[in-house]
């Protein structure tokens, strides 16, 4: 084994040398031109490459992980995933034609300097927990392998994100993720392979654990609802110079990630029947598993695709945090970004050794803050462009945010315990859609039926919350179904009661 340590760890510095030399070469011909949005210059392929190995990166970990525990129910996690990036496709024109960069860029030039500000400190605290669980699974697997401490190899891939992409941003993701697709899918295939010659225990494999249809349900509106925070892959499709070509390349991506959910998902369940065992960290099983049974050779190419996986999911990941920390809110030199990738590389590391075993829990919090401080106020910029004031916005921000963190701190920050039982993401993102439905009446200035109003839909979302008439595994997506209602409710009336038609843009915005 000692050989075999020695040959990855010369074939993962030439990997990254390659790496470093694709995105220095990509500076070298372009220089910083580009830098955030391409140019709006990127090919249909590219676009392809780009959000294929976005989310087949994403979706290999989540699935190894959720197979491992649930079994085949996992496959749901990838049909979710996989429409949430058919209907960012679906909006990108719309976000071109915005001049879209970020979504804290978009939310500042509607509202200003503060809510600008606000949601990109939120984005870029948020984006490194997101990015986190493929660098962990990349520290798993090389602490396994090498007998390295966790906090350093979680260190030494850090640097190697924040050093891909700092020479030309958006660009040097397009001139790697090819390479790191590629070498993923190399990865996955040999790690099949080796999970295919695993010999089973033939009478105490232990069942899965179960899936309620709920939960489905959950999986499935939680990605719909993050179809307008997920800035990434807003970034990469509308830096296309064609955009309908862009959207088409989306939708063959999808079938990738369904193939590739369907392999991840197989390789989950068959490391925990494998092992016999039921719960605990899926990741690490399969690092396990693939040292202790894999082939010299095998483990050599996994451990590349295990390295590549890291990069391809998470260097974007860092990167699109950065722009909303350094280039709306730090400051809107090239400098300030770089700056922040070094502050998001330091972010992700701590987070992860600070609780490195509570994904779930990183989830929901990550999941509160972000789709409370990003996801309302955009849906706000697009159906009522300044006709809201920003003060509203940044109420409906906060008070998001503090609602969703003050009611997991009273179950002492649990990933499985929650104030009646609902997701504290749920609630946070409720709170926020009330309180914009509420600025925008008070706008109208129209006090009676604004009371009417507040009072209706209070009762409405306290009937759901706590009445025993839901069962608990869908109350917050109703609680999310009614705030959004009577926001739909809200612009309707709004709509009605203008003294002039909206223009075309405006019919668009509304429809989306």
């Given at each position: 084994?000692?050989?075999?340590?020695?040959?990855?760890?010369?074939?993962?510095?030439?990997?990254?040398?390659?790496?470093?030399?694709?995105?220095?070469?990509?500076?070298?011909?372009?220089?910083?031109?580009?830098?955030?949005?391409?140019?709006?210059?990127?090919?249909?392929?590219?676009?392809?490459?780009?959000?294929?190995?976005?989310?087949?990166?994403?979706?290999?970990?989540?699935?190894?992980?959720?197979?491992?525990?649930?079994?085949?129910?996992?496959?749901?996690?990838?049909?979710?995933?996989?429409?949430?990036?058919?209907?960012?496709?679906?909006?990108?024109?719309?976000?071109?034609?915005?001049?879209?960069?970020?979504?804290?860029?978009?939310?500042?030039?509607?509202?200003?300097?503060?809510?600008?500000?606000?949601?990109?400190?939120?984005?870029?605290?948020?984006?490194?927990?997101?990015?986190?669980?493929?660098?962990?699974?990349?520290?798993?697997?090389?602490?396994?392998?090498?007998?390295?401490?966790?906090?350093g190899t979680l260190a030494v891939?850090?640097?190697?994100?924040?050093?891909?992409?700092?020479?030309?941003?958006?660009?040097?993701?397009?001139?790697?993720?090819?390479?790191?697709?590629?070498?993923?899918?190399?990865?996955?295939?040999?790690?099949?392979?080796?999970?295919?010659?695993?010999?089973?225990?033939?009478?105490?494999?232990?069942?899965?654990?179960?899936?309620?249809?709920?939960?489905?349900?959950?999986?499935?509106?939680?990605?719909?609802?993050?179809?307008?925070?997920?800035?990434?892959?807003?970034?990469?499709?509308?830096?296309?110079?064609?955009?309908?070509?862009?959207?088409?390349?989306?939708?063959?991506?999808?079938?990738?990630?369904?193939?590739?959910?369907?392999?991840?998902?197989?390789?989950?369940?068959?490391?925990?029947?494998?092992?016999?065992?039921?719960?605990?960290?899926?990741?690490?099983?399969?690092?396990?598993?693939?040292?202790?049974?894999?082939?010299?050779?095998?483990?050599?190419?996994?451990?590349?695709?295990?390295?590549?996986?890291?990069?391809?999911?998470?260097?974007?990941?860092?990167?699109?945090?950065?722009?909303?920390?350094?280039?709306?809110?730090?400051?809107?030199?090239?400098?300030?970004?770089?700056?922040?990738?070094?502050?998001?590389?330091?972010?992700?590391?701590?987070?992860?050794?600070?609780?490195?075993?509570?994904?779930?829990?990183?989830?929901?919090?990550?999941?509160?803050?972000?789709?409370?401080?990003?996801?309302?106020?955009?849906?706000?910029?697009?159906?009522?462009?300044?006709?809201?004031?920003?003060?509203?916005?940044?109420?409906?921000?906060?008070?998001?945010?503090?609602?969703?963190?003050?009611?997991n701190a009273i179950t002492g920050?649990?990933?499985?315990?929650?104030?009646?039982?609902?997701?504290?993401?749920?609630?946070?993102?409720?709170?926020?859609?009330?309180?914009?439905?509420?600025?925008?009446?008070?706008?109208?200035?129209?006090?009676?039926?604004?009371?009417?109003?507040?009072?209706?839909?209070?009762?409405?979302?306290?009937?759901?919350?706590?009445?025993?008439?839901?069962?608990?595994?869908?109350?917050?997506?109703?609680?999310?179904?009614?705030?959004?209602?009577?926001?739909?409710?809200?612009?309707?009336?709004?709509?009605?009661?203008?003294?002039?038609?909206?223009?075309?843009?405006?019919?668009?915005?509304?429809?989306?």
């Open positions: 084994m000692g050989a075999t340590r020695e040959l990855i760890l010369v074939l993962l510095a030439i990997y990254t040398a390659a790496l470093m030399f694709l995105s220095y070469r990509t500076r070298q011909k372009h220089g910083t031109g580009g830098f955030f949005d391409g140019q709006r210059s990127f090919s249909a392929p590219t676009i392809f490459i780009l959000v294929t190995a976005l989310w087949t990166s994403s979706s290999i970990a989540v699935e190894l992980d959720t197979g491992f525990a649930s079994g085949w129910a996992a496959i749901w996690l990838g049909v979710a995933t996989a429409l949430l990036s058919v209907l960012v496709a679906f909006l990108a024109p719309l976000f071109q034609r915005l001049g879209y960069t970020s979504n804290s860029a978009l939310l500042g030039d509607v509202f200003g300097r503060g809510v600008r500000r606000f949601s990109g400190l939120v984005i870029g605290i948020t984006f490194p927990i997101f990015a986190m669980s493929n660098v962990l699974f990349a520290g798993y697997f090389l602490h396994a392998l090498l007998g390295w401490p966790l906090w891939t850090t640097a190697v994100l924040i050093l891909v992409v700092q020479f030309a941003g958006l660009r040097s993701l397009a001139a790697v993720q090819g390479l790191n697709l590629a070498m993923m899918l190399a990865g996955l295939l040999v790690l099949a392979s080796v999970m295919h010659h695993v010999a089973l225990p033939s009478a105490s494999t232990p069942p899965p654990i179960p899936v309620p249809p709920a939960l489905v349900l959950v999986w499935l509106s939680m990605n719909l609802l993050n179809v307008l925070s997920a800035q990434v892959e807003f970034q990469a499709v509308v830096a296309a110079r064609n955009i309908k070509a862009a959207r088409t390349a989306v939708w063959l991506s999808a079938g990738v990630l369904g193939a590739v959910a369907i392999l991840a998902t197989w390789i989950g369940d068959t490391a925990r029947s494998a092992l016999g065992v039921t719960g605990g960290d899926g990741l690490a099983a399969v690092s396990q598993l693939v040292v202790h049974h894999g082939s010299p050779i095998a483990v050599v190419v996994i451990a590349l695709g295990v390295w590549a996986l890291a990069l391809t999911w998470s260097t974007p990941l860092l990167f699109s945090g950065a722009v909303s920390l350094g280039r709306d809110v730090i400051g809107q030199h090239l400098r300030w970004t770089k700056f922040a990738l070094a502050i998001e590389g330091a972010l992700m590391v701590g987070f992860a050794l600070w609780r490195p075993g509570e994904l779930a829990w990183w989830s929901v919090f990550g999941l509160t803050l972000r789709n409370a401080g990003v996801v309302g106020p955009t849906i706000a910029a697009l159906i009522w462009r300044n006709r809201i004031s920003p003060k509203w916005v940044l109420a409906a921000m906060a008070g998001g945010i503090f609602s969703g963190l003050g009611l920050f649990s990933a499985v315990h929650f104030v009646w039982n609902i997701n504290p993401m749920w609630i946070s993102q409720t709170v926020a859609l009330w309180i914009l439905a509420a600025g925008r009446w008070h706008a109208m200035q129209e006090r009676t039926h604004a009371v009417l109003w507040a009072v209706a839909s209070g009762a409405s979302l306290a009937f759901i919350a706590t009445g025993p008439w839901i069962p608990d595994a869908v109350r917050g997506v109703a609680l999310l179904i009614v705030a959004s209602a009577w926001l739909a409710f809200t612009a309707a009336i709004d709509r009605r009661r203008a003294h002039q038609p909206y223009s075309t843009q405006d019919r668009r915005a509304t429809a989306v």
